[in-house]
Each structure stands twice: as structure tokens, then as C-alpha cells.
């Protein structure tokens, strides 16, 4: 049935506009974006081209990704150094992996460790970054692991940060990656650990992979 010259006229009209809208659409979903990656040795492992971060680079190439990790930090250095190593630097998402070292460490009680992550999240909400906090902690059944990196009188602590950042996130309204280490666990297992506490270039790639869905999830907010 041939159409109408005032029914083909409408759609030439229409054309134009819609093509506009699908080229707007996808130019607003591929601005680029600024992502600082805030943590300690674990953000800083892999070697050369090896770190998370820079699995994170390969895979969002318009996109710009700031390694700011610091071999033994603590959340109260992340606290310290918050202002110049993410707010001054406005990035659109800042990613939080730090904790690991107060756990070792056992100096610190969690009202102290929850007030320290608090203040980066305020802030970061503040200066509208989004964030993402990266653990270990998170998701984990100590008690039925094959092989823990911990004894088990430390499983209520690290128990205990892992449900502090769960509710700090909900709180502020941030992504929560539970455990970004999941899938190469246990420590030291082969071929993903260059040795018993960091992950290779290999590992890190998996643990780019979880940190990467956090971050899909957060640009489409």
C-alpha cells in the first residue's frame, strides 16, 4: 500500500529529529570522564602496565584514570591526603580501596576507621564525586574458606569493617564492591599473586573486572 504524500512528508520531518536525539544520546554517553583510584599496595602491585588501574586505562580509553595508591597507607592517610589526591584533582568518580593496612595493623578501633571513611565520603558527596569503596572484607564466610589469609581471631574484625563500610555506603549512597579480590581467592594461589597479600598483573585484572562493573553501574546514574 503506497503511503500518502502528507504521511511521507511527516516522516521526512521526522527523520532529522531523530537522528539528532540518537547522536545526542550517544555523545552524553561517551563523554569522558576523570577516575582517581585512591588506596595503598594494592592499588600500586602488578608491576609495570599491571595494576588495576591500569587494566581500568585499557578498557575505558576515553576515559582518564588516576593512580593514587601509597605503599602502607591507612584510611586515616587517605583522610589526610584526601583534599589534594581527589578533590583537587575534580574527578568525576573516585574509587576507595584502603582498610587493609589498619586490619593488619590492629592499631586503630573501627569508631576511629568508620569516622576516617566517613570523611571522605561526606566530602566526596559535598564536591559531587561519586565513589565507589573497594574491599576485601566484604561477602566473605571466614569460617567456610578453604584457605584464609587471616586466623580466625581475626575474623569478627574484619567482619566488623566490612559491615562498617556496608552501611557507609549505603548511607552516602556509594557503590560497594564487598570483596575485589573474590575471584582469585585464596592468597597465593597460582597463577594471580606475585606473592601471599598482593595480586599480579594477572590477578589484577580480575580485580580490575569487579571494580569495572562498579563503575558501569555508577555512570549510569
Known amino acids: 500500500m503506497m503511503l500518502s504524500r502528507a504521511r511521507i512528508f511527516r516522516h521526512v520531518l521526522f527523520l532529522p529529529a531523530f537522528l539528532l536525539l540518537i547522536t545526542v544520546g550517544c555523545r552524553k554517553h561517551e563523554q569522558p570522564i576523570t577516575i582517581v583510584c585512591l588506596g595503598d599496595s594494592l592499588t600500586l602491585c602488578g608491576g609495570p602496565d599491571g595494576k588495576y588501574s591500569d587494566w581500568l586505562a585499557k578498557w575505558l580509553p576515553n576515559d582518564t584514570i588516576i593512580n593514587k595508591g601509597l605503599e602502607g597507607d591507612t584510611l586515616a592517610g587517605g583522610r589526610d591526603r584526601f583534599q589534594r589526591d581527589v578533590l583537587d584533582l575534580q574527578p568525576d568518580i573516585a574509587v576507595i580501596a584502603l582498610g587493609a593496612n589498619d586490619f593488619w595493623q590492629g592499631k586503630r578501633q573501627i569508631p576511629q576507621l568508620r569516622a576516617d571513611l566517613e570523611d571522605m565520603l561526606s566530602r566526596a558527596k559535598a564536591a559531587n564525586i561519586k565513589v565507589i569503596v573497594a574491599s576485601t572484607f566484604g561477602g566473605r564466610d571466614y569460617a567456610s574458606e578453604e584457605k584464609s589469609e587471616f586466623g580466625p581471631e581475626r ?39 606475585q606473592n601471599h597479600l598482593h595480586p599480579n598483573e594477572i590477578g589484577n585484572e580480575f580485580v580490575a573486572k569487579r571494580i569495572l562493573e562498579a563503575i558501569k553501574t555508577v555512570k549510569q546514574k
Open 155 to 193: 575474623f569478627d574484625f574484619a567482619h566488623t569493617i566490612a559491615e562498617m563500610e556496608k552501611q557507609l555506603t549505603k548511607k552516602y549512597s556509594c557503590a560497594y564492591v564487598p570483596n575485589m579480590q573474590a575471584d582469585i581467592k585464596p592468597n597465593g594461589r597460582v597463577p594471580y599473586w
